[in-house]
């Protein structure tokens, strides 16, 4: 038992694993904020450019 808990505790795989899921997840916060924000631009955009049309 003292073997397994020696190994458990020198094991860094699984702090990797998680710091890499950390900042997986961040990137995709930025990335939808970022899209959400440029969607609402680009739909005022070719709102007017529709208006534009229809006039």
């Known amino acids: 038992m003292l073997g397994f808990a020696k190994r458990f505790h020198e094991d860094r795989s699984g702090a990797t694993a998680i710091e890499y899921a950390l900042i997986a997840s961040l990137i995709a916060v930025v990335i939808a904020g970022a899209?959400?924000?440029?969607?609402?631009?680009?739909?005022t955009t070719f709102t007017g450019v529709a208006a534009l049309f229809s006039a």
Not at 35 to 43: D, I, K, M
Request: no cysteine; charged share 0%; hydrophobic share 55%.
């Open 35 to 43: 899209v959400g924000a440029l969607g609402a631009q680009l739909s």
